[in-house]
C-alpha cells in the first residue's frame, strides 16, 4: 500500500506563493501519473498538475504559468509550487498517484487565500 502525506498548506494573501510537499511512502517502479487535485466547496474535486512518468507535464487552464509541478523520486517526493495566488485557488489540494486503475490519495491539505 502506496501512502501519501501533504503539506506546506496554509494562509496567504493574493499574490502571494505557496510550495507544497508530497512524501510517498514508497518507491513505484511501474508507469505512473503523479499530482494535485484540488476540492472547492460546491465544485468536483479537479486536476490543478499532473506529471507522468515520463515526464509529460499538464496544467489545469486557471493555473498554467502560475503553478508548477515537480518530482524528486530519489527522496519519493513530488512537489506543486504556487505562485501569484488568487481567492479562486482556495481549496484542499490533494496529492494523487495513478497507477493503472489503482489510485492512492493524500489526506489533504488545506490552502486559504485571502484577498
Known amino acids: 500500500q502506496v501512502q501519501l502525506v501533504e503539506s506546506g498548506g496554509g494562509l496567504v494573501q493574493a499574490g502571494g506563493s505557496l510550495r507544497l510537499s508530497c512524501a510517498v511512502s514508497?518507491?513505484?517502479?511501474?508507469?505512473?501519473?503523479r499530482g494535485w487535485y484540488r476540492q472547492t466547496p460546491g465544485k468536483q474535486r479537479e486536476l490543478v498538475a499532473s506529471?507522468?512518468?515520463?515526464?509529460?507535464?499538464n496544467y489545469a487552464e486557471s493555473v498554467k504559468g502560475r503553478f508548477t509541478i515537480s518530482r524528486d523520486n530519489a527522496k519519493k517526493m513530488v512537489y506543486l509550487q504556487m505562485n501569484d495566488l488568487n481567492p479562486d485557488d482556495t481549496g484542499v489540494y490533494y496529492c494523487?498517484?495513478?497507477?493503472?486503475?489503482?489510485?492512492?490519495w493524500g489526506q489533504g491539505t488545506q490552502v486559504n487565500v485571502s484577498s
Open positions: 506529471i507522468h512518468t515520463s515526464g509529460r507535464i
Open positions: 494523487w498517484i495513478g497507477v493503472g486503475s489503482t489510485s492512492y
Open positions: 514508497k518507491n513505484i517502479f511501474l508507469s505512473n501519473t
